[in-house]
């Protein structure tokens, strides 16, 4: 399954890690509940050469809701300075294994970046094949990158709105099923409970095998499948606040469907709107 525009196993990483045009992000993000510190950890151990980005500071601090994705000068600055660019191929993992990676993936692809791949199973398969780590920054030279922002991969409120009133898209939401139900407790206070009227509920996790590693095409496109989700329809992902979601956008890349966007204010924006509809129970 090794495909540099999407996902790539830690033997391909591991068999161009010294390769110049290469550079690997640790993408590592965690909810505030979990009490772990991305940058912290990153600063103690990282796969040789990899660079740090936070997805909090990366984004539009302009917004209310939490790590939108940033102005396309933003992230220019931001990238150059950790000196990736142009004809450079990128690799991103986190160190959960799969739970944030694939937001800076998309936001990559936002930018109109094909290189660049997630690492199937992240820091944690990494590590337990003993493969090297390092606590040293690496030595970054600027590098000059250009991007053109594709405002297809996006979707607003009213954008979702729209879809979820008209059935047109299939919206997809990757919560956990008692948090898409209702049942659940939101992470963040003020939020309503439940999820965007119409839309399926695939849980991200259901995507990984027990190595943290994505599971098979045909697997993946049975799960899609299960879940009622009607794949000829153009796809629309949302979670909690435009993380997870990136896996399920990630998931339908792998199946071949490229047809999909990503609500990036998900239901921290749609959950705080007393006018827009909430639906609960299951799908």
Not at 107 to 124: E, H, I, N, Q, S
């Amino acid at each position: 399954m090794d495909n540099p525009k999407t996902l790539v196993s830690t033997d391909w990483l591991a068999a161009h890690l010294n390769d110049p045009d290469l550079r690997v992000l640790d993408g590592s993000w965690f909810l505030p509940q979990m009490g772990r510190d991305a940058k912290a950890t990153y600063a103690a151990k990282h796969i040789p050469g990899a660079r740090f980005f936070d997805i909090d500071d990366i984004s539009d601090n302009r917004s209310q809701l939490p790590h939108m994705a940033p102005p396309t000068e933003k992230f220019i600055s931001r990238l150059r300075a950790m000196g990736v660019g142009d004809g450079h191929q990128v690799v991103i993992y986190d160190q959960l294994g799969i739970f944030s990676a694939p937001r800076v993936w998309w936001l990559f692809r936002l930018m109109g970046k094909t290189d660049v791949a997630v690492l199937d199973g992240g820091l944690p398969k990494w590590e337990a094949e003993g493969h090297p780590l390092e606590d040293m920054p690496p030595m970054v030279r600027d590098r000059h990158m250009t991007v053109q922002r594709q405002s297809g991969l996006v979707k607003d409120v009213t954008q979702v709105a729209h879809a979820s009133k008209l059935g047109d898209f299939e919206i997809i939401d990757a919560r956990p099923a008692d948090r898409f139900a209702g049942l659940g407790e939101e992470p963040r206070e003020g939020l309503r409970k439940g999820h965007i009227p119409g839309s399926r509920n695939l849980p991200f996790g259901q995507l990984l095998t027990a190595e943290g590693t994505f599971k098979s095409p045909d697997a993946i496109k049975a799960l899609f499948e299960k879940a009622n989700v009607d794949l000829s329809k153009p796809v629309i992902t949302t979670c909690g606040s435009g993380v997870s979601a990136a896996t399920l956008a990630l998931a339908l890349e792998l199946i071949g469907k490229t047809d999909w966007s990503l609500y990036d204010g998900s239901w921290s924006e749609w959950g705080m709107y007393n006018d827009l509809k909430v639906a609960t129970g299951e799908a």
